[in-house]
């Protein structure tokens, strides 16, 4: 009996440790099994985030590369509006054009302002509102000097020419400016 006792106990005492080391042990094999599934979970939303960021950068650089090649294309051809413009318009007094010199630049100056408009709207919907009027401003003054030069290129009433001038500038610049700023507020993230 005293064996039987002591077998009672000991079988006691052993399953006492046992339990006691289930009880310590469960929770660390629960937790290293919570811990992994966490980790996985969060993998998997790491790599979510990751493709969505990839594709918003594809996104915004494809815009950037898209806006900025409209807002060259127009500017370019805004560019050679102005260079005829000056031409008709010139600064210095007697580098005025006359005869054929004169009728070959109106020509010259209605077509780069009608190519100015086919371009604007092509590009258009790739602009923001605001760039977009101001080219839109820029081809109504050039085309009011093309048909005030057209009309009777001897007979330019000066008043007519600075009105025009003064709004043509103006849009000119503004556009210029805007289309600056608007280079300068867009970003691209590199790298990625």
């Not at 790599?47 to 370019?76: C, G, I, N």
């Not at 790739?126 to 001897?154: G, M, N, Q, W």
């Not at 000066?158 to 500038?169: I, R, V, Y």
Request: net charge positive; proline share 3%.
């Amino acid at each position: 009996m005293d064996i039987s006792w002591l077998k009672w106990i000991g079988q006691g005492a052993i399953g006492f440790l046992g339990g006691v080391a289930a009880y310590f042990a469960l929770p660390k094999l629960l937790g290293d099994w919570w811990l992994e599934k966490i980790k996985a979970s969060h993998a998997k939303k790491l790599e979510s985030l990751k493709t969505a960021l990839e594709k918003s950068t594809f996104v915004t650089k494809a815009h950037f590369e898209t806006e900025f090649a409209a807002m060259k294309e127009v500017s370019q051809c805004l560019a050679q509006v102005k260079i005829l413009y000056r031409r008709l318009n010139p600064l210095e007094i007697g580098k005025e054009l006359t005869g054929d010199a004169l009728k070959r630049c109106i020509t010259e100056f209605g077509e780069a302002n009608d190519k100015f408009l086919v371009k604007l709207e092509e590009y258009g919907v790739f602009l923001t509102p605001a760039i977009y009027d101001e080219f839109e401003r820029c081809h109504v003054a050039a085309h009011f000097e093309f048909d005030r030069f057209k009309t009777d290129p001897l007979n330019l009433h000066p008043k007519d020419k600075g009105l025009n001038a003064e709004h043509f500038w103006r849009a000119y610049r503004e556009a210029c400016q805007k289309v600056r700023d608007r280079i300068s507020s867009l970003a691209v993230i590199t790298g990625t």
